[in-house]
């Protein structure tokens, strides 16, 4: 095998360096120590989420206009007579309601920069009145340039609404978490299942305790908004435990890793697939924020995309950070992987006695990873190997994926 | 499919080859999949979609738009019930069928009124929306006695003594207490008492909301005001139910009666309970009760023996016609509450439609360049995916708007937005698991099956997940937000279908192109000198010592 493989050439052969964080991040060698600083995520994740909760305890949140009840008003800002002031826009208001209104702002940029104002509760009749005092004062235009009373839009919610769709929303949330501990729990084990479900409560309070303690204002998309999130962050935290799934099976009758080990190869391996997901995700998300927050101002748009902008923030930290070292400990209470580890370290300490393999470099521990994770899935499927020899390990690899790459769902302890 | 595997035995001469591989010109085993019959069922149901777009149904190829993107009004009631219990699914239906009558009386093409948990929710597109927002109301016509009608003046307003439970707790937002608030309001006004009804019409307010509106027991008396707030009545029980109206017309101003009002027309029992009660209590009041509000008292005269009935009041030419109206169509077995009612100008709308499309499109293009800058001639392949996706996506749109009345609004959209992300994410996982095979020594074209065995699992229960969110939010939540809740989650099955049938096909036949895997090409370099050193090591390993590598 001195020959280099020919598919390569282009990009220069030969002894290659280790490369930088950015290389080791690209290939995925296994070079993060994540698990083994666990205690470190715990500190800084609790830390954050005790933030989060005693923000929302004692600041509370900034509701929107859905929760208090009342009646906004929106137009363009372009009038007949030019761009539509603060000012005028809040004479205006005065003149048509009577008195001043509770807010009166110009939200937005450029052609879609629209004239807010929010007042208490009207009733129909008299919401149709200060549409049309509203109108005379400031001709807003339509779509075609001309001004038209149509221009203006509006919406009235009573104080209850936006509480109705909380409620639901709590249900569904309640709903979701059942059904997905039995999803986890099934396809999973129950470990998995609890380090999931915490990544994911870590996820939720996360972000909710950034719109309490930033103090953006929470509308029922964001309510709706943050459920979403939670299919998000299980996403996320599935693909990683699939990959330690794979990394410890059968993993009780090896020793050369750990558990811990194992679990921190695969965060590794799928380090740059979470973050690739995630920028992905991320990616659309950030062009509706732009959008949303950016051109139009206010809006169901804006409010859907932060509150997912963040909660998928939160959910590719809780997935790396936090999924994965809890599962380990969680694991590690039970005495059979304690024990396993306990080998794994004998093992290693006759080998430094004895004096070979003291040194392992990269390659070494990657050759060798690969190598055990070969023999770690024909030890799982025995079958479809038998009758083969070396060549076949060497160049098939793992058994063609049907037998071994199932979800049998068995626990292997 | 059609290209030999040259490839193969070039590039990695030291790798035995699956053996599969060689014949896959003949029927292919487990672990070999034929590209092109995949593509092909794709296609195919491209085609489909499409000519049931094109060939079906109104013909036209664009969805149904919410009104927050082509502007109009939505109006959302929900019921209201005396002891806060969702009320039932019939009296629900009832109601909205009732409403769907007062909504096309309004002779707006394209209104719709629908239910969602204990909501109704009317939509009415364009521009003559307004009158929308009056549809809400019960409209639960009673006759009752009058036993006592007192000018409202004296103690009414806001006098010192005349604070009501309910005025003390003025609305907004006391969700819990409404329920009270109604018992308390029962309690008080109509109470069999005499000596509690006084004291209750002392502290009437009729400048407040009334709690017991559409909610008042038609077996007591019942103490209330009239409409204008200008008397307090004290009514003895309903003798007459509204639903023994048979019909209800507009009366014109006349000489005589220059006022506008409703012409009643009774039906069975009720025309003979009418002319009992008018017989018996010549020179006294009956009072016409709509939604526990008097609308007029007006004295009996003359005995009214052919079972019709004149209501006048402040009526005008347009509430005379809606009271008319509602009164034929029925009144609503619930009593509703505005929850929310907004109108969306037609320019907000094509702002909105306008702004969603530019994040689309941001997104999309910021996706596009992330992955070809990332995955080189697998982005390719991820932006064609996408964009295949995209054409489902809006096919079936078209259709579901057709055949459910699925409209999309601008949550929805934003969902489709927030699922690009969520397509393309299964298309990493895909590639990541082929960086992970590469890595560990296999060449491109064998990595495919591999890694598309291991990949699969993870999309699916990934897509599972999501779709599972997706689902409950849709069946449980309210709003407009379901909106979102349905995009998502479609998004989701649709992204299944185009990850089975076109991306991973495509990259099969990307893998048995020797142009097309080389390294510089799949931007794989990195990991595939890492398979490389990996396979020599393995090499080394087996050369020194035949002995099983396998340890433990």
Not at chain 1, 50 to 77: D, H, Q, W, Y
Not at chain 2, 233 to 255: C, E, H, R, W, Y
Not at chain 2, 436 to 441: A, P, T
Request: net charge positive; with cysteine; charged share 20%.
């Amino acid at each position: 095998m001195a020959t280099p493989d020919s598919n390569s050439n282009g990009n220069g052969t030969g002894s290659e360096p280790r490369g930088g964080t950015l290389h080791r991040l690209y290939t995925g060698t296994g070079a993060f120590d994540i698990v083994g600083k666990r205690k470190r995520w715990y500190i800084a994740l609790g830390l954050l989420v005790l933030v989060c909760i005693a923000s929302m305890g004692f600041k509370g949140f900034n509701p929107s206009i859905e929760f208090v009840g009342g009646t906004k008003i929106s137009m363009p800002a372009q009038g007949a007579q030019g761009q539509i002031t603060d000012e005028e826009a809040k004479e205006a208001s005065r003149d048509a309601l009577g008195k001043p209104a509770s807010s009166v702002q110009l939200v937005g940029s450029g052609g879609s920069q629209t004239v807010q104002i929010s007042t208490e509760k009207l009733s129909p009749d008299k919401l149709v009145e200060v549409k049309q005092a509203l109108f005379e004062d400031l001709e807003p235009l339509g779509a075609d340039g001309q001004p038209t009373p149509n221009a203006i839009s509006d919406s009235a919610v009573s104080g209850t609404w936006g509480g109705e769709i909380t409620k639901q929303a709590l249900i569904a949330l309640g709903v979701f978490l059942v059904l997905v501990t039995v999803f986890l729990t099934f396809y999973f084990e129950r470990w998995m299942a609890v380090a999931a479900l915490v990544a994911l409560l870590h996820d939720v309070g996360v972000t909710a305790g950034l719109y309490s303690l930033i103090g953006f204002e929470v509308s029922p998309s964001t309510v709706v908004g943050l459920l979403t999130i939670l299919g998000f962050s299980l996403y996320d935290t599935v693909v990683v435990f699939d990959k330690v799934k794979e990394n410890t099976q059968g993993i009780l009758g090896l020793t050369r890793r750990t558990y811990a080990e194992s679990a921190n190869l695969a965060v590794n391996q799928s380090l740059m697939r979470s973050i690739n997901t995630s920028v992905i995700a991320l990616l659309p998300v950030l062009g509706l924020l732009f959008v949303g927050a950016g051109l139009l101002g206010v809006g169901v748009l804006r409010d859907l995309a932060l509150v997912q902008g963040i909660g998928m923030i939160a959910g590719i930290v809780s997935s790396i950070y936090l999924a994965t070292p809890l599962l380990v400990d969680l694991k590690m209470r039970d005495p059979k992987y304690r024990e396993q580890a306990e080998k794994v370290r004998q093992r290693r300490e006759k080998k430094e006695a004895s004096g070979g393999e003291a040194v392992v470099s990269d390659e070494e521990a990657l050759a060798k990873g690969a190598r055990s994770e070969q023999a770690l899935a024909a030890a799982a499927s025995v079958p479809t190997r038998t009758g083969k020899g070396p060549e076949s390990r060497r160049g098939g690899g793992r058994p063609a994926g049907k037998s071994s790459g199932q979800p049998t769902g068995k626990k292997r302890r | 499919m059609r290209s030999r595997p040259v490839g193969a035995a070039v590039s990695v001469p030291d790798f035995v080859p699956d053996p599969h591989e060689e014949t896959d010109a003949v029927a292919p085993p487990a672990g070999q999949i034929r590209p092109g019959r995949y593509l092909a069922i794709f296609a195919l149901i491209i085609v489909g979609i499409y000519s049931l777009v094109f060939f079906t149904g109104n013909q036209k190829p664009t969805p149904e738009l919410g009104i927050d993107l082509q502007g109009g009004t939505r109006v959302t009631l929900t019921a209201r019930t005396p002891n806060g219990q969702p009320p039932s699914q019939e009296s629900l239906k009832q109601a909205r069928q009732i409403i769907e009558q007062r909504v096309n009386g309004l002779g707006v093409s394209g209104s719709e009124v629908t239910t969602s948990g204990r909501n109704l929710v009317i939509t009415v597109p364009g521009k003559q929306g307004e009158q929308a927002k009056q549809l809400g109301q019960t409209a639960e016509l009673n006759f009752r006695k009058v036993v006592q009608a007192i000018p409202a003046g004296a103690a009414s307003g806001r006098g010192p003594a005349g604070t009501t439970p309910q005025q003390a707790q003025q609305p907004p937002g006391d969700q819990p207490s409404q329920e009270e608030a109604i018992a308390q309001a029962k309690q008080l006004r109509q109470s069999t008492d005499q000596k509690k009804l006084v004291q209750a019409v002392q502290q009437l307010d009729c400048s407040a909301p009334d709690p017991l509106r559409g909610n008042a027991d038609p077996k007591k008396p019942l103490v209330t005001c009239n409409q204008d707030g200008t008397q307090k009545f004290v009514l003895g029980p309903v003798f007459l139910p509204g639903d023994k109206i048979d019909d209800a017309t507009v009366k014109s101003p006349t000489q005589k009666a220059p006022q506008w009002g409703v012409n009643l027309s009774f039906k069975g029992e009720g025309k003979k309970t009418w002319a009992d009660f008018t017989s018996q209590n010549v020179g006294k009041q009956a009072a016409f009760v709509l939604d526990t509000q008097v609308v007029s008292a007006p004295k009996v005269n003359t005995p009214q023996l052919n079972g019709t009935a004149q209501i006048t009041g402040q009526f005008n030419q347009q509430s005379a016609t809606q009271l008319a109206n509602t009164l034929k169509y029925g009144s609503l077995p619930l009593a509703f509450d505005q929850s929310a009612a907004e109108t969306v100008s037609p320019t907000l709308g094509i702002a909105s439609m306008e702004a969603a499309l530019l994040a689309g499109g941001i997104g999309l293009a910021l996706v596009a360049v992330y992955s070809l800058f990332y995955y080189r001639m697998l982005g390719l392949l991820t932006i064609l995916s996408l964009g295949l996706s995209g054409l489902v996506v809006y096919g079936v749109l078209v259709l579901f708007g057709r055949w459910i009345g699925f409209t999309l609004d601008l949550p929805g959209m934003a969902g489709f937005i927030i699922a690009i992300g969520i397509t393309a994410d299964s298309f990493i996982v895909f590639f990541e698991r082929l960086k992970d095979e590469i890595r560990e020594g296999r060449t491109f074209r064998s990595a495919v099956p591999r890694s598309w065995a291991r990949a699969k699992r993870t999309i699916l229960s990934a897509d599972a997940v999501s779709f599972l969110a997706a689902a409950v939010l849709y069946v449980l939540a309210v709003g407009q937000v379901k909106g979102f809740a349905f995009t998502l989650g479609m998004s989701t099955v649709l992204d299944l279908i185009v990850v089975f049938l076109v991306t991973h096909p495509l990259v099969v036949l990307a893998s048995r192109s020797k142009f097309l895997s080389k390294p510089s090409v799949t931007g794989l370099g990195a990991v595939q000198r890492m398979g490389d050193r990996a396979r020599a090591a393995r090499k080394r390993k087996t050369d020194a010592s035949s002995t099983t590598p396998k340890e433990a």
